[in-house]
């Protein structure tokens, strides 16, 4: 207005004067990481751009786990859904998503049209917006029982981690039976082979199996490679997969099979006492109340009989050579005969008498004597024989073991075994 002129305002806002600038939004997207392991987080970076200063919600989508990059469909439900104001154009990191099971996985984000702008959604499977979650298990097993009686089973506790909730299948191999430890191999035809369903993370139980024959066994377990599945097997003969089925130990008379055919035992190869366990092997041992004075060879597994392989020798004793030595923990096993049909009294003929407090001395193959002291004298049946004997842990303790009791003509056999326990003089 002037002093000649009334002054006139148009109103703001009316229909006749606004135009619409309508947006015409762009999204690109960056996954945070182009390959993740189950129990990662990820996130998408969304670029929005065309908005200028309008205002849209972005609806965010994550797909998967799929088995391959091709299988990615963006189809049925997501994984996950989220979504996020963008106030404009501008840079906008979604919510985190944990993801707990392997496979490809993508993002896909959508602006909805309306009156201000036009929708958009970004394709399914951009290279940007994807990951693979790629597991990489690690299988760690224990057998159910380190030392079992032949004719009797076993089985494997397998668990598994770094699967997440991914599903597999684990592979399980048993191989056996072996005369001593140095001798397992996992090559050629397994005994036995089975299969484990998981469904992720966790432990299971493998099927049971009967070792018939007194020997070594071993499990060996493998998950196969996929496209989202690192291989993986466990390695052979791993102390904590192998069970052994103990042997009998046969030392008087002829020891004749149940066939009636004499089997004779033999002695120990030098190079037995070379392969023999680590630590200072025994190399005599020295029960002076009795009259017993002994050289000690290495004895590994006869698998034909099933028993110990005591030397033939019956003045000799043997050591089992997959036992404890002498000085560490678990047990030192002696086996020596009570006496021959044809030679007469062997090593151990006097074992029997032995009594509680006697000193026994082992000298080993270092020049060191060790002396123990007899807790007990027992007498069990050779088919019930302590696990004890055959343990490499626990307490260190020394038993010396012989047959007794009544002779069975027909078997060829004494039926009992004779047990002196004893235990490191401190």
């Not at 991914?166 to 090559?187: H, K, N």
């Not at 047990?331 to 008498?353: E, M, P, Q, R, W």
């Not at 060191?368 to 807790?375: D, E, N, P, S």
Request: net charge neutral; proline share 6%.
């Amino acid at each position: 207005g002037t002093d000649t002129i009334k002054g006139v305002q148009t109103p703001c806002g009316e229909a006749a004067e606004t135009t619409v600038v309508r947006g015409a939004p762009q999204i690109t997207t960056q996954i945070s990481a182009a390959e993740t392991t189950p129990g990662a987080q990820i996130t998408d970076t969304a670029v929005v751009t065309g908005l200028g200063a309008l205002r849209a919600e972005v609806a965010v989508e994550l797909w998967g786990p799929y088995p391959t990059r091709e299988s990615m469909t963006c189809s049925g439900t997501p994984v996950w859904t989220g979504k996020f104001t963008a106030n404009g154009d501008g840079s906008y990191v979604t919510d985190p998503v944990t993801l707990t099971t392997a496979g490809y996985y993508t993002y896909r984000e959508r602006i909805l049209p309306s009156g201000s702008f036009s929708g958009v959604e970004t394709a399914c499977g951009e290279a940007a917006e994807t990951t693979i979650t790629r597991a990489a298990p690690t299988v760690v097993t224990e057998v159910s029982d380190q030392v079992v009686a032949p004719g009797t089973s076993i089985s494997d506790r397998i668990t598994v981690t770094g699967l997440g909730t991914t599903p597999a299948t684990i592979e399980v191999e048993l191989f056996g039976p072996f005369a001593t430890r140095a001798e397992i191999s996992c090559g050629g035809r397994p005994r036995w082979t089975g299969k484990v369903d998981v469904a992720g993370d966790g432990t299971v139980e493998s099927e049971e199996v009967t070792v018939p024959r007194a020997g070594f066994y071993t499990y060996r377990e493998r998950i196969a490679g996929t496209s989202v599945i690192t291989e993986t097997q466990t390695p052979c003969a791993e102390e904590s997969e192998t069970s052994l089925a103990a042997p009998l130990i046969l030392t008087g008379r002829t020891e004749k099979p149940r066939s009636g055919k004499a089997v004779a035992t033999r002695d120990a190869e030098p190079e037995d006492d070379a392969r023999a366990g680590s630590g200072p092997r025994p190399t005599s041992v020295t029960y002076q109340r009795l009259g017993i004075r002994a050289d000690i060879r290495a004895a590994g597994i006869d698998e034909k009989r099933g028993a110990l392989d005591v030397p033939n020798n019956i003045r000799s004793v043997g050591w089992w050579k997959d036992g404890a030595a002498p000085g560490g923990d678990g047990s030192v096993l002696i086996a020596g005969h009570v006496d021959s049909k044809k030679n007469g009294a062997g090593a151990f003929y006097a074992l029997k008498t032995g009594k509680k407090g006697d000193r026994i001395s082992v000298t080993t193959s270092d020049d060191k004597t060790r002396t123990y002291r007899v807790t007990g004298v027992r007498t069990v049946k050779k088919d019930a024989l302590p696990q004890a004997l055959f343990s490499r842990s626990g307490e260190k303790r020394l038993y010396l073991v012989t047959c007794g009791g009544p002779f069975n003509l027909r078997t060829g056999h004494y039926r009992d075994n004779v047990i002196v326990s004893a235990v490191p003089v401190t």
